[in-house]
């Protein structure tokens, strides 16, 4: 039972230290989010943001992302619109191992998104892709959504992989995906 209803939203963002994750946790600051930046312990950017009563740091490994829903205040969720991003990715780009274990993150992650789901109004995922799961592409303009995935890499493979699994695990659990219209 959720006694709160309060009109901002929550974004937990993991990768959130990184370039782009950085980028996306200010963006969502300024958008009035209150934001769950998810680091790795240990890291070398975990000072990178200024101090903010919407921004909440928690640090831990992708082997644990399945605990994040248990990081996030009951005030942050009951009642609200909750935005997972993924957008945490280790290792290199053929090192097979960090790929399996970068698709396991991930859809741990999605297992607490998934476990929000009934406290939460509206529980969403978003997870980031590149341009290694469709290959070289001779000409630029080949290279969207509806190319054919072809990578070289394990990278390349573990990411369309994910996206895969990610997307028919949220269909699964009716978790929202960007072209829902739920």
């Known amino acids: 039972e959720c006694p709160w209803e309060r009109s901002m939203k929550t974004a937990v963002v993991s990768g959130a230290f990184g370039f782009a994750g950085a980028n996306l946790v200010e963006r969502l600051l300024d958008d009035d989010y209150v934001v769950y930046a998810i680091g790795r312990n240990g890291s070398t950017h975990n000072d990178r943001f200024k101090a903010s009563k919407r921004l909440k740091i928690r640090f831990m ?6 605990n994040v829903a248990s990081e996030l205040d009951s005030e942050d969720v009951c009642g609200k619109d909750v935005f997972f991003f993924h957008l945490s990715w280790g290792g290199q780009r053929d090192d097979f191992d960090a790929q399996l274990k970068n698709i396991d ?14 406290k939460a109004k509206k529980v ?12 070289r592409k001779e000409d630029v303009y080949e290279l969207d959504e509806k190319a054919l995935l072809e990578p070289f890499s394990a990278y390349g493979s573990a990411k ?7 997307k028919n695990k949220a269909k699964l659990s009716e ?8």
Request: proline letters at 0%; one cysteine or more.
């Open 61 to 66: 490994n992708m082997d644990e992302y399945d």
């Open 175 to 182: 978790i929202r995906d960007r072209k829902s219209t739920r």
């Open 160 to 166: 369309a992989a994910a996206y895969y699994l990610l």
């Open 124 to 135: 969403c995922f978003v997870g980031i892709g590149s341009q290694a799961e469709y290959g």
């Open 105 to 118: 993150g991930a859809l741990k992650f999605m297992d607490s998104a998934i476990y929000l789901k009934e």
